[in-house]
């Protein structure tokens, strides 16, 4: 290339420890806005030998080849000079090339050093990649070295984060107590600190005894000895009493990115049957996990804290009161307090951080109620139609549940009679799709405006159902 034969060049750059590479400021202006301003406005547009401080050698030599070939090789030995090089001198392409290669290069041992990397020199979109990658791999982030080397404040940082995907409450417990003792001497009074944004209430209260209790650093510490006194407290609550009971602690943490699969709990084949099964959207196979300790059909499902909840059912014999809870990170069923009332067939909701079973199918609407101007949001549970056992007539009744009130109320009925109606909620309105009413099962479909407290029908489906399985997918039911 004619600037490495030195031809023609009216300008020679000096890197760090006075080493040169001669160009043309023609070439340099028309590539990069920095050399552009330097040449045209400031006193430099003169001089012919021009010193760039902080700016390594072999970055300069590799930018300068880019500007004359368009073409730039980076590696693990070069970047790290490369793109603050590429940063100072305005050359975004290269700079973005850095970024890509190092998000790449991604793992739980460098993440960390990524992220920081990223976040000195400005790199916004490597930063949140870094970040994301954090949150989604931190089990294995903090058992690697450069999570024991970070500041108590970037350990703070990265705990807090409600996107922290945990098999449980218990790795942040665990990592923050290790990072204490890698330097008990100098971090011992950043336990407090910290141990704000442990979710001690979400922890077991067997864990929380055994472990949490008995660990020393906390008995040493009384503003620890606080965090576990409010956990234990929460577990002392019953009921709406939890929900009510709000902290920073006591929100479950909500991952962003987590793998979408779907559980098959028990079922008919043709007697209850204990087996779980996985399918995998990503992969598109199925797989079997755990069984259900005892043998089950007809259980309620609800998902609370990254946990499943298989509530009630049928045994084969009898409708039961069993509640099991599923750990898929510990692939393990645990049992939980059994309900009063034997359930089967029934609907299971999660409101809050409670877990409410009803005696038939239920469904969440979440409303949006102004008032004076401000806004809140608000869960309600609906009843919609069903089966009267003793008149043995199908129901148009609507049932609405308030739990800030524990109160149930009438709504509007319904046009039809419906039993075994599919129900969902889209943009938050209620339909009610097919059922049978007794002799007929129906096609009709209506829909539920609780703004308005009107049913209104819209068209009907091609083919009569009942008992139908139905999905918001896109915004389509």
């Avoid at 552009?36 to 400031?42: D, G, H, V, W």
């Avoid at 739980?108 to 990397?117: E, K, Q, V, Y």
């Avoid at 690697?144 to 790795?171: G, H, N, Y």
């Avoid at 007539?393 to 009438?410: A, G, R």
């Amino acid at each position: 290339m004619i600037f490495r034969k030195n031809l023609l060049c009216d300008v020679i750059l000096v890197a760090d420890g006075g080493m040169e590479v001669p160009a043309h400021k023609m070439v340099l202006a028309a590539c990069s806005p920095y050399f552009y301003a330097m040449f045209t406005s400031f006193e430099e547009r003169d001089q012919q030998r021009i010193t760039l401080q902080g700016v390594d050698y072999s970055a300069l030599e590799l930018l300068v080849d880019y500007v004359y070939s368009a073409e730039v090789h980076v590696t693990e030995d070069n970047v790290q000079v490369l793109l603050p090089a590429a940063n100072l001198l305005q050359l975004t392409d290269v700079r973005d090339a850095c970024c890509d290669f190092l998000q790449a290069q991604l793992h739980p041992s460098n993440c960390l050093g990524i992220r920081a990397f990223a976040d000195l020199h400005g790199c916004l979109e490597l930063l949140t990649h870094a970040d994301s990658y954090i949150e989604q791999h931190f089990s294995e982030v903090v058992d690697a070295e450069e999570f024991l080397t970070l500041e108590p404040e970037q350990v703070a940082k990265l705990i807090c984060s409600d996107r922290l995907m945990v098999p449980s409450e218990e790795k942040v417990f665990e990592c923050v107590i290790s990072w204490v003792h890698h330097d008990l001497e100098k971090r011992q009074n950043d336990l407090a600190l910290l141990m704000e944004h442990v979710r001690l209430p979400l922890l077991s209260q067997e864990y929380l005894v055994q472990r949490v209790e008995e660990e020393p650093l906390l008995k040493a510490n009384l503003q620890c000895k606080d965090f576990l006194i409010e956990a234990l407290k929460y577990h002392l609550l019953k009921g709406e009493q939890k929900s009510l009971f709000k902290t920073p602690r006591t929100k479950p943490r909500q991952p962003r990115g987590l793998p979408k699969v779907l559980l098959v709990v028990g079922g008919q084949a043709p007697k209850a049957i204990r087996s779980v099964e996985c399918y995998d959207f990503k992969e598109e196979r199925w797989y079997q996990v755990s069984e259900l300790p005892t043998r089950r059909c007809r259980a309620g499902l609800c998902v609370l804290g990254g946990r499943v909840y298989a509530v009630g059912g049928f045994n084969g014999s009898l409708r039961v009161r069993t509640v099991d809870i599923y750990d898929a990170a510990a692939d393990q069923w645990s049992p939980c307090p059994e309900m009063e009332a034997r359930r089967s067939t029934l609907g299971v909701a999660v409101l809050g951080n409670c877990v409410y079973a009803f005696s038939c199918l239920c469904l969440i609407l979440f409303i949006n109620v102004n008032q004076n101007h401000l806004k809140f949001n608000r869960y309600f549970t609906y009843i919609v139609g069903g089966y009267d056992g003793e008149s043995r007539q199908c129901l148009s009744s609507v049932e609405c549940y308030n739990p800030e009130k524990d109160q149930w109320k009438p709504v509007p009925e319904m046009s039809a009679r419906r039993s075994g109606a599919g129900v969902g909620v889209l943009d938050g309105v209620l339909y009610a799709v097919g059922g049978h009413d007794g002799p007929l099962v129906r096609k009709s479909v209506e829909v539920f405006n609780p703004e308005t407290n009107q049913w209104t029908p819209v068209s009907d489906m091609a083919l009569c159902r009942r008992n139908a399985g139905r999905q918001l997918i896109f915004s389509y039911i």
